[in-house]
T-cell receptor, first 112, second 114 residues
């Protein structure tokens, strides 16, 4: 079945450094890749998404890259801040009915 | 727009009881998804519904679990004869259409089975 693998499971960085989270997916029909941020005890919230017709997308300190040939995509956070500390989930879905498959999550700690 | 509303926020059930979790999607959204999140784990897809139809229930356990999204009223996730392993956070999400659009999540229902 469809699968999304996410690495690392835990990431600790110093404030101001960059953080990179990587995901791979198995369903070659996937064409929509959202990233969600979940703070402790709260709901997941979309922070950025990318569609398969685009290789890269940037929104202020956050960027996502997509390599459809290799079936992997990455989240880049630059100039990290303590408030970036949260669990980040990558996800992949195809146009057939929006069965979104999530990665297992990356717990990001930003040390002040 | 009140967003996706889930209730209750917290639910405690004894083993063997039934749990009913409710989800009201955002206004104008006709697609609802349920996910389960175990402590310290990711979101596991359970079921995808449109009004009066189950589109994909491949992530739902075959026994004890059922879901519906009636023409009127909220979507309901029903767990019969709960066991301790059902303890988790259950998140509902909705979107205006099925293909490749952002899903908005509710606050979740934290089910504890004692």
């Amino acid at each position: 079945g469809e699968n999304v693998e996410q690495h690392p499971s835990t990431l600790s960085v110093q404030e101001g450094d960059s953080a990179v989270i990587k995901c791979t997916y198995s369903d070659s029909a996937s064409n929509y890749f959202p990233w969600y941020k979940q703070e402790l005890g709260k709901r997941p919230q979309l922070i950025i998404d990318i569609r398969s017709n685009v290789g890269e997308k940037k929104d202020q300190r956050i960027a996502v890259t997509l390599n459809k040939t290799a079936k992997h995509f990455s989240l880049h956070i630059t100039e990290t801040q303590p408030e970036d500390s949260a669990v980040y989930f990558c996800a992949a879905s195809n146009g057939g009915g929006f069965k979104t498959i999530f990665g297992a999550g990356t717990r990001l700690f930003v040390k002040a | 727009n009140a967003g996706v509303m889930q209730n209750p926020r917290h639910l405690v059930r004894r083993r063997g009881q039934e749990a009913r979790l409710r989800c009201s999607p955002m206004k104008g959204h006709s697609h609802v998804y349920w996910y389960r999140q175990l402590p310290e784990e990711g979101l596991k897809f359970m079921v995808y519904l449109q009004k009066e139809n189950i589109i994909d229930e491949s992530g739902m356990p075959k026994e004890r679990f059922s879901a519906e999204f009636p023409k009127e009223g909220p979507s309901i996730l029903r767990i019969q004869q709960v066991v301790r392993g059902d303890s988790a956070a259950y998140f509902c999400a909705s979107s205006p259409r099925g293909e490749n659009t952002e899903a908005f999540f509710g606050q979740g229902t934290r089910l504890t089975v004692v």
